[in-house]
């Protein structure tokens, strides 16, 4: 029986909704509007919140200054593959081969410049 009761309260609750005063909705959809993150302006912001935004494109453009200053000039132990491509001798290989024992290496070019 109080089931019954309490559904017919909720009926009569459903058939009169709460008015919410024009101040008090007004000031909740501001301060609403005030906590929202900004929306990006444009194809470009856009585009920069895809990588991740300022900090997602500072790692992007590192990686890139990384893999192409890597590829121009790489540490002594790695063979020059821009120098073979542009027919210059490199001369990390060199001292590389008088520590080789004479299996063939295939990895980072040592192939293209013994050959």
């Known amino acids: 029986?109080?089931?019954?009761?309490?559904?017919?309260?909720?009926?009569?609750?459903?058939r009169t909704p709460a008015e919410v005063p024009a101040?008090?909705?007004?000031r909740v959809l501001a301060d609403a509007e005030a906590v929202q993150p900004m929306a990006?302006?444009?194809e470009?912001?856009?585009?920069?919140g895809g990588l991740g935004g300022l900090q997602g494109l500072g790692?992007?453009?590192?990686?890139?200054?990384?893999g192409f200053w890597l590829g121009v000039a790489p540490p002594q132990g790695l063979p020059d593959l821009a120098?073979?491509?542009?027919?210059v001798q490199a001369d990390q290989v060199d001292?590389?081969?008088?520590?080789?024992?004479?299996?063939?290496?295939?990895?980072?070019?040592?192939?293209?410049?013994?050959?």
């Open 95 to 115: 001292a590389l081969d008088e520590d080789f024992d004479g299996g063939v290496l295939t990895a980072f070019g040592w192939d293209i410049e013994e050959g």
């Open 1 to 14: 029986m109080a089931d019954v009761a309490l559904e017919a309260m909720f009926q009569e609750a459903r």
């Open 83 to 87: 120098g073979a491509m542009f027919g």
């Open 40 to 42: 990006p302006r444009g």
């Open 59 to 66: 790692g992007l453009i590192t990686a890139c200054c990384m």
């Open 23 to 26: 101040r008090l909705m007004a």
């Open 44 to 48: 470009w912001r856009r585009w920069l």
